[in-house]
């Protein structure tokens, strides 16, 4: 079974043959009897067909447990990023372009900012939804900071997969940024805006 489009699968194949650097070891963190974590599996096992450079290993959290660990799918791109739940419309996007930038490196964080960036520690989450036309670029830029900075800790998570977080961090829209005690509820915010939340200030 496949889950991408043929067409789908040459226009992907062309983006990665042009821009993947290095390689991208995905992990994929699944349940039994869990229809988005078959889906992402199918998701990202096509993904994985397309390049060499993007290799998957699937672990199974109810046989093979992760400590703090409980909800799947949960895709892990490196040991500091992360998403949770199945990416479908610009979720996906969002997942495709964060392989990229696994794979480069090149976060394209502003200058000015790179070595206090770089001094930054933390953890960020992000909650999104698949038709929300901001939450693309809030992702770029979480995933940007992740990059450039492997101990700040960023976790995406997708609603539409687990709609218990609303009420569990009152979200009331997306994109919703929660970081170091702060929260930026319904924007996207800058980077400026962004190193500020992890610097508690």
């Known amino acids: 079974m496949t ?30 009897e869990c229809r988005e974590c078959d889906d992402a599996r199918e998701m990202l096992e096509d993904l994985s067909s397309l390049s060499e450079k993007i290799s998957l290993t699937v672990r199974n959290i109810d046989k093979n447990p992760v400590p703090g660990v409980e909800m799947a799918p949960v895709i892990e791109l490196s040991k500091n990023l992360k998403f949770y739940g199945r990416p479908i419309m610009n979720e996906f996007s969002s997942l495709i372009e964060g392989i990229i930038l696994v794979s480069t490196g090149e976060s394209g964080i502003d200058d000015c900012i790179i070595d206090d960036l770089k001094n930054a520690r933390g953890d960020i989450k992000l909650f999104v939804t698949p038709y929300c036309t901001f939450c693309p670029e809030a992702v770029d830029i979480v995933m940007s900071f992740a990059v450039e900075n492997e101990e700040i800790f960023v976790e995406i998570f997708s609603i539409e997969t687990f709609p218990n977080l609303e009420d569990m961090y009152r979200i009331k829209g997306t994109p919703t940024i929660i970081s170091n005690g702060g929260r930026i509820d319904c924007e996207v915010p800058d980077e400026i805006m962004l190193l500020n939340m992890l610097a508690g200030k």
């Open 3 to 32: 889950y991408l489009k043929e067409e789908d699968k040459k226009e992907l194949t062309e983006i990665f043959n042009e821009r993947l650097l290095d390689n991208v070891e995905i992990r994929l963190l699944v349940r039994d």
